[in-house]
């Protein structure tokens, strides 16, 4: 058919009632779909449920090194584990410390670390009056909200399919010294699915900020989470930064949330010599170290991290057949209409669609009242304020293959149904 734009308002008035009769036959279907949060499904966690019998009443609990994995020791993780995120992130182990079984909680601490004691020998943040983050948008929810709730500004910065727009990141950070960090998700972005660039992460590396206690949280979330033969490539930032002399600009976080079992995972970040010293010495008061017979299960379970990759063989078996489905229904249903476009990312767990604008609320909306639950509109910007209203983000990772299609049935119909509606000022 015809982009919409195109039609006439007697073309429109024809096509609403035929999208409402469409509408009409899914609510009657009463659907409880829910796509809200990038959940790995049951049958991925279910490739990790051996790790369970990796230890037991009869187990031996000691590392190859004789450390007894009961007792107390060890603030920065077991040697085997730190071995293998190091691989992970392309770091030498030493620059690996290990925690407990979230990230985010990990980058909360940095965050609330930098507010209370400060970095580079400048005042914590919370004695230096209004501090600002830069937020690539769209971005990951969560992120926001650790940096709302320590009262931080947030500024947009635009995302495209490069990264982050380094013109305004660098304006921004080499004039303003209240420009404290900033978030970035370098490898398959939440939410749009596009990793940074070699001249994004080169410029970042070389970045010249006012301020000397700037920090980057580099989240690399989805550093192993492939999805095709031809995955993408990211530079190694901490190599990059070594040549500029900005290896303290850089804390970079990952996990295995998303890998084994995201309640009872594994998460672990790197960083400089001097970041790491002042990290440490919050983590040796905060506390005596984290769950090291976790991390034991998961070091027996890989062996190593030729190991890890098998396994992320078998999680990418699960994802590429839902990614697809989702891909698939977005081009067949919506495509050459003019009312959205959508990334086609080779990895990661999400999918960014851009609506018309000032119709992102309305098709969610749509979407909830046929009984299918989205990720609210707003939520892949600061303060969930969408400017354009435009950004909803697919997460295909948690239901079935088969629950998928029909919830992108429904989606697909939403966001013609918003778009006529605007079109003919409803």
Same mark, same amino acid.
């Given at each position: 058919?015809?982009?919409y734009?195109?039609m006439?308002?007697?073309?429109?008035?024809?096509?609403?009632?035929?999208?409402?009769?469409?509408?009409?036959?899914?609510?009657e279907?009463?659907?409880?779909?829910d796509?809200?949060?990038?959940?790995?499904?049951?049958?991925?966690?279910d490739?990790?449920?051996?790790?369970?019998?990796?230890?037991?009443?009869? &187990?031996?609990?000691?590392?190859?090194?004789?450390?007894d994995?009961?007792?107390?020791?060890?603030?920065?993780?077991?040697?085997?584990?730190?071995?293998i995120f190091?691989?992970?992130?392309?770091?030498? %182990?030493?620059q690996?410390?290990?925690?407990g079984n979230?990230?985010l909680?990990?980058?909360?601490d940095?965050?609330?670390?930098?507010?209370t004691?400060g970095?580079a020998?400048c005042?914590?943040?919370c004695?230096?009056?209004?501090v600002?983050?830069?937020?690539p948008?769209?971005?990951?929810?969560?992120?926001?909200?650790?940096?709302?709730?320590f009262?931080?500004?947030?500024?947009?910065i635009p995302?495209?399919?490069n990264?982050p727009?380094?013109?305004e990141?660098e304006?921004?950070?080499? &004039?303003d010294?209240?420009?404290?960090?900033?978030?970035?998700?370098?490898?398959?972005?939440?939410p749009?699915?596009?990793?940074?660039s070699d001249d994004?992460?080169?410029?970042?590396a070389?970045?010249?900020?006012?301020?000397k206690?700037?920090r980057?949280?580099?989240?690399?979330?989805?550093?192993?989470?492939?999805?095709?033969?031809?995955?993408?490539h990211l530079?190694?930032?901490?190599?990059e930064?070594?040549k500029?002399?900005?290896?303290?600009?850089?804390?970079?976080?990952?996990?295995t949330s998303k890998i084994?079992?995201?309640?009872a995972?594994?998460? %672990?970040? %790197?960083?400089?010599?001097?970041?790491m010293?002042v990290?440490k010495k919050?983590?040796?008061?905060?506390t005596i170290?984290?769950?090291?017979l976790?991390?034991?299960?998961?070091?027996r379970y890989?062996?190593?991290?030729?190991?890890?990759?098998e396994?992320?063989?078998?999680?990418?078996?699960?994802?590429?057949?839902?990614f697809?489905?989702?891909?698939?229904?977005?081009?067949q249903e919506?495509?050459?209409k003019?009312?959205?476009?959508w990334?086609?990312?080779?990895?990661?767990?999400?999918i960014s669609v851009d609506?018309?604008d000032?119709?992102?609320?309305r098709?969610?909306e749509l979407?909830?009242?046929a009984?299918?639950?989205?990720?609210?509109?707003?939520?892949?910007y600061?303060y969930?304020?969408?400017?354009k209203?435009?950004?909803?983000?697919?997460?295909p990772?948690?239901?079935p293959v088969?629950?998928?299609?029909?919830?992108?049935k429904?989606?697909?119909?939403?966001v013609e149904?918003a778009?006529?509606?605007?079109?003919?000022?409803?």
């Amino acid at each position: 058919m015809s982009d919409y734009v195109s039609m006439n308002r007697e073309e429109l008035e024809q096509e609403l009632s035929q999208l409402q009769e469409k509408y009409r036959s899914f609510q009657e279907q009463n659907l409880k779909l829910d796509l809200s949060r990038g959940k790995p499904g049951a049958d991925q966690t279910d490739l990790s449920v051996g790790m369970l019998d990796e230890l037991n009443s009869k &187990s031996d609990f000691k590392t190859e090194s004789g450390v007894d994995c009961r007792n107390y020791g060890l603030l920065d993780g077991l040697p085997e584990m730190k071995e293998i995120f190091g691989h992970i992130l392309d770091v030498p %182990a030493s620059q690996v410390f290990v925690g407990g079984n979230s990230s985010l909680n990990l980058m909360f601490d940095t965050i609330s670390c930098l507010m209370t004691h400060g970095v580079a020998g400048c005042e914590p943040w919370c004695k230096q009056g209004n501090v600002k983050f830069l937020c690539p948008v769209p971005g990951y929810d969560r992120h926001f909200g650790v940096t709302e709730y320590f009262g931080i500004e947030m500024i947009n910065i635009p995302m495209d399919e490069n990264g982050p727009d380094m013109d305004e990141v660098e304006r921004l950070v080499q &004039s303003d010294a209240s420009i404290k960090g900033m978030w970035c998700v370098p490898k398959y972005s939440n939410p749009s699915g596009i990793t940074y660039s070699d001249d994004v992460v080169r410029r970042l590396a070389s970045l010249k900020p006012a301020a000397k206690d700037f920090r980057i949280i580099w989240d690399n979330a989805y550093c192993v989470h492939d999805l095709t033969d031809t995955p993408d490539h990211l530079l190694n930032i901490m190599e990059e930064s070594k040549k500029y002399g900005n290896e303290d600009l850089f804390i970079q976080f990952c996990s295995t949330s998303k890998i084994t079992f995201p309640g009872a995972g594994v998460a %672990a970040f %790197a960083a400089s010599d001097a970041n790491m010293a002042v990290l440490k010495k919050r983590y040796a008061t905060q506390t005596i170290g984290f769950d090291k017979l976790n991390q034991l299960r998961h070091v027996r379970y890989f062996k190593n991290y030729d190991g890890f990759l098998e396994h992320m063989k078998l999680h990418r078996e699960i994802l590429e057949p839902k990614f697809a489905a989702v891909l698939n229904n977005l081009e067949q249903e919506l495509g050459g209409k003019g009312v959205a476009r959508w990334t086609k990312p080779n990895g990661g767990y999400f999918i960014s669609v851009d609506v018309m604008d000032g119709c992102a609320k309305r098709v969610v909306e749509l979407c909830k009242e046929a009984g299918v639950v989205f990720t609210p509109a707003g939520a892949t910007y600061p303060y969930g304020k969408d400017p354009k209203d435009s950004n909803i983000r697919l997460a295909p990772t948690y239901p079935p293959v088969a629950e998928l299609e029909t919830a992108m049935k429904l989606f697909c119909l939403c966001v013609e149904l918003a778009a006529v509606e605007k079109l003919l000022g409803r």
